[in-house]
C-alpha cells in the first residue's frame, strides 16, 4: 500500500522514465528506505521536498500537492514546546494521550475551533 507521497513520487518516477533506484540515488538514500517511506513504514525525510522539486522542475501547483501528500503520509509529529505556556503544554499532551480515540465527528469539531482562532 503507497502513501499519498508514495503514489505521488511513483507518479513523477513513470512519467520521468524513472526506477525507484534512480530516485534513491538522487535523493542521496537507498532502494529500500525510498520504498518504507512510499509505504508509510517511515517519515519522509525534511529535506526531499527541495531535491524532489528541483530535481524534476515540478511546478507551484505540483509542490503544493507534494507537500500535501508529505503532511497526509506523515507517521509522527513533533511539536516544539520550548516557548509555549504551561496551558499550551497541558493541552498538547491532553491531546496526544487522546488521539487514539478521537472519532471523526470530534476530529472535525476540533479543526473547526482551530481554524476560527487562525481568523
Same mark, same amino acid.
Given at each position: 500500500? /503507497?502513501?499519498?507521497? &508514495? ?12 526506477? !525507484?533506484? @534512480?530516485?534513491?540515488? !538522487? ?12 509505504? &508509510? ?7 526531499? !521536498? &527541495?531535491?524532489?522539486?528541483?530535481? /524534476? ?7 503544493? #500537492? #507534494?507537500?500535501k501528500a508529505i503532511d497526509e503520509s506523515k507517521?509522527?509529529?513533533?511539536? @516544539? !514546546?520550548? @516557548? ?16 487514539? @480515540?478521537?472519532?471523526?465527528?470530534t476530529a472535525e469539531k476540533i479543526i473547526a475551533?482551530? *481554524?476560527?482562532?487562525? *481568523?
Amino acid at each position: 500500500m /503507497y502513501t499519498k507521497f &508514495g503514489e505521488f513520487v511513483r507518479i513523477l518516477r513513470i512519467k520521468n522514465h524513472e526506477v !525507484m533506484g @534512480d530516485m534513491a540515488k !538522487m535523493l542521496g538514500t537507498t532502494t529500500p528506505f525510498l520504498s518504507a517511506v512510499e509505504n &508509510g513504514r517511515k517519515n519522509v525525510p525534511k529535506d526531499w !521536498m &527541495g531535491k524532489i522539486s528541483t530535481h /524534476y522542475n515540478l511546478s507551484s501547483e505540483d509542490k503544493t #500537492l #507534494l507537500k500535501k501528500a508529505i503532511d497526509e503520509s506523515k507517521l509522527q509529529t513533533k511539536i @516544539d !514546546m520550548k @516557548d509555549s505556556s504551561i496551558m499550551q503544554r497541558r493541552v498538547a499532551l491532553q491531546f496526544a494521550r487522546s488521539f487514539d @480515540d478521537i472519532d471523526d465527528e470530534t476530529a472535525e469539531k476540533i479543526i473547526a475551533l482551530l *481554524k476560527q482562532k487562525e *481568523k
